[in-house]
């Protein structure tokens, strides 16, 4: 989905899209005009000032899962929710998190000022022993002399797992890792089942000052990890729900879903505050919108720990509410000037009604949406119950995925409005009152060609 669609800016102010080729053979069937009028309906009424200040203001702290900062988060969507009209539930869930208590690390017996950091499912435990430098750890650096010893280990070029997997086999009794080059921080490493082993993190700086005196002298290490562990923490899904107008109720439900919480230590201005934004708008447009389908907007808490909201929330539909849920909408990432082009990606490669919508609408608002094959964020769980579902992101990421540079200044106020123009218009083909319930009729309206796209991430 590389072309853009041309269009002609006319002295009067007006823009023709220039039409795919095939249309432009026929002239377009009266119906299609009037879905472009519908279209204006919600199109029009999307405000991309106000989309990118509630990233800029969702942004501005971050907000890991089960922190204040995803509280805060959670506390001003309900209150924009509730403010639109909106009948808003806050769904907690407790998700496990990990706690790295207190590492320290002592060299000669002298505190460590190092910048110390515990190993993800490092074990409790204090060892006092001779530290010897094993370079990256991998079989061939590792000899049998670190059995009793504290390794040191350098970052990089195989698995933490395999590190500690090949230190612990030689009888190692602690691990200190110190970052690789070019790298930064000391908010890394993970130990694993069976890897009894205290391990603490450092950074670059200071592994490179230990090695330097290892080459002088014998180094007397202690390690000392206390009250690391896996600890309950709270977070929170915000549901804002619509009901129909009365007497058109089609008993059909339509979701549109984002996540409001970020990594850790990332302000995530497109990951996901652009989402959000995005959902947050739609909820604004439509609630003044006489529907005669059930609309739920949603934000998840803790999708960067593994899916937890979106897959509790699921796990919280009836049956019966699974059957009258027709779509879901995923928005994640929607607003990077440093991405790749719009893309719906369903966890099974397959199209689906939220992609066929999607594509049509696409091809209305800006241009056709092609599909790929993708799970990795909260579409999945809704996939698994059965029920149609879509990520709309932009492919390949932007280079600041995942880190502290997640910032407004890389967000583009036309990408994040463009994407919500284009779900807002799918949403609506279904959920406006002149159409018939979905199974009674064809909701996508001159259907559009749209490919597979086996585009990476
Ligand atoms: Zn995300």
């Given at each position: 989905?590389?072309?853009?669609?041309?269009?002609?800016?006319?002295?009067?102010?007006?823009?023709?899209?220039?039409?795919?080729?095939?249309?432009?053979?026929?002239?377009?069937?009266?119906?299609?005009?009037?879905?472009?009028?519908?279209?204006?309906?919600?199109?029009?009424?999307?405000s991309p000032d106000r989309l990118y200040d509630r990233v800029a203001l969702l942004s501005e702290n971050p907000r890991e899962a089960g922190t204040q900062?995803?509280?805060?988060?959670?506390?001003?969507?309900?209150?924009?929710?509730?403010?639109?009209?909106?009948?808003?539930?806050?769904?907690?869930?407790?998700?496990?998190?990990?706690?790295?208590?207190?590492?320290?690390?002592?060299?000669?017996?002298i505190s460590f000022d190092g910048d110390v950091h515990t190993f993800n499912g490092s074990v409790n435990g204090s060892v006092e022993a001779p530290i010897e430098h094993v370079g990256l750890a991998t079989t061939d650096e590792v000899s049998d002399s670190v059995k009793g010893k504290i390794a040191l280990i350098e970052r990089g070029s195989i698995s933490f797992?395999?590190?500690?997997?090949?230190?612990?086999?030689?009888?190692?009794?602690?691990?200190?890792?110190?970052?690789?080059a070019g790298q930064s921080g000391n908010d890394f490493g993970y130990t694993y089942e069976g890897q009894d082993i205290p391990a603490i993190a450092i950074n670059r700086e200071a592994g490179l000052s230990l090695v330097e005196q290892l080459q002088s002298e014998e180094v007397i290490g202690n390690v000392t990890v206390e009250d690391a562990g896996?600890?309950?923490?709270?977070?929170?899904?915000?549901?804002?729900?619509?009901?129909?107008?009365?007497?058109?109720?089609?008993?059909?439900?339509?979701?549109?879903?984002?996540h409001h919480d970020s990594v850790a230590g990332g302000p995530g201005a497109n990951d996901d505050a652009s989402g959000v934004s995005g959902v947050l708008e739609l909820a604004k447009v439509l609630a003044k919108t006489p529907t005669d389908t059930e609309l739920r907007f949603m934000t998840f808490g803790a999708e960067e720990k593994g899916l937890i909201g979106s897959y509790h929330y699921a796990s919280t539909l009836s049956e019966g509410e699974v059957d009258r849920i027709a779509a879901h909408f995923?928005?994640?990432?929607?607003?990077s000037?440093?991405?790749?082009?719009?893309?719906?990606?369903?966890?099974?490669?397959?199209?689906?009604?939220?992609?066929?919508?999607?594509?049509?609408?696409?091809?209305?608002?800006?241009?056709?949406?092609?599909?790929?094959?993708?799970?990795?964020?909260?579409?999945?769980?809704?996939?698994e119950r059965g029920i149609p579902a879509a990520l709309f992101i932009h492919a390949p990421l932007e280079?600041?995925?995942?880190?502290?540079?997640?910032?407004?200044?890389?967000?583009?106020?036309?990408?994040?409005?463009?994407?919500?123009?284009?779900?807002?218009?799918?949403?609506?083909?279904?959920?406006?009152?002149?159409?018939?319930?979905?199974?009674?009729a064809r909701v996508a309206p001159g259907p559009v060609h749209y490919e597979f796209d086996d585009r990476p991430l």
């Open positions: 989905m590389k072309k853009k669609a041309a269009s002609i800016m006319l002295a009067a102010g007006l823009v023709i899209s220039a039409a795919p080729a095939n249309v432009l053979a026929d002239p377009p069937p009266p119906n299609e005009q009037a879905d472009h009028a519908f279209d204006n309906k919600i199109i029009k009424k999307i900062g995803e509280y805060d988060a959670v506390q001003y969507i309900k209150k924009e929710f509730e403010a639109y009209g909106y009948e808003t539930e806050l769904q907690p869930f407790t998700f496990q998190a990990w706690d790295g208590g207190t590492p320290a690390i002592e060299i000669n017996h797992y395999e590190k500690v997997q090949n230190v612990y086999d030689k009888g190692a009794v602690g691990i200190i890792m110190y970052n690789g896996t600890i309950d923490q709270t977070s929170y899904n915000v549901i804002a729900t619509m009901k129909p107008h009365k007497n058109k109720d089609t008993g059909q439900i339509v979701t549109i879903g984002a995923q928005m994640d990432m929607i607003g000037r440093d991405a790749g082009d719009l893309i719906m990606f369903t966890p099974d490669g397959n199209k689906n009604l939220v992609t066929d919508l999607g594509a049509s609408a696409g091809a209305r608002v800006a241009e056709v949406v092609e599909y790929g094959q993708l799970g990795r964020s909260d579409h999945v769980p809704f996939f280079p600041w995925y995942h880190s502290p540079q997640d910032t407004l200044d890389k967000i583009s106020k036309e990408k994040l409005t463009e994407v919500t123009e284009i779900v807002g218009s799918a949403v609506y083909q279904i959920a406006r009152p002149d159409t018939p319930a979905l199974e009674n």
